[in-house]
């Protein structure tokens, strides 16, 4: 059984250099490499303002609020969401989510596969690493890769 406490996880700082609304901390806690056969799952807290950053994703996603009120778009339409709301969205499907509440938005993203990519329409930075507008669970294949010898 694969048990997670979302109050409990380290989180990674990512954010969008030039754009002071966009300011995130997520992590990855549930996907292939951790066990799943078909469900993959992002974790992600936004204060007040910040949102996600527009973005596409390889699989269907069921985005769950646990705190906080957001407003989530998908293509053209737009939804505020309280704490037990949920909305989803379709595979390739451009979408964000904002915080527009007073307090920290907790909200999951839960993938109807256990490996996933997302394409951002906008670079990012996390935990150091180059500018990406790339992110997800890596495709079994290329994680897989035998080192070599």
Do not use: C
Request: aromatic share 6%.
């Amino acid at each position: 059984m694969q048990a997670i406490d979302t109050r409990n996880m380290e989180l990674a700082e990512i954010s969008t250099p030039g754009d002071g609304t966009r300011d995130v901390r997520a992590a990855f806690p549930i996907h292939w490499q951790t066990g799943t056969a078909a469900t993959a799952m992002v974790y992600f807290e936004l204060e007040p303002g910040m949102h996600l950053g527009s973005h596409v994703d390889s699989a269907e996603e069921l985005l769950v609020v646990f705190e906080g009120e957001v407003e989530a778009t998908v293509g053209s339409e737009s939804a505020r969401l309280a704490a037990g709301g949920a909305v989803v969205v379709p595979a390739m499907k451009s979408h964000d989510v904002r915080n527009v509440g007073t307090t920290t938005a907790r909200v999951a993203g839960i993938f109807g596969a256990n490996a996933t990519v997302a394409v951002f329409d906008e670079e990012f930075s996390a935990m150091g690493m180059e500018p990406t507008r790339i992110n997800g669970t890596p495709p079994p294949e290329v994680a897989s890769e035998p080192a070599a010898a």
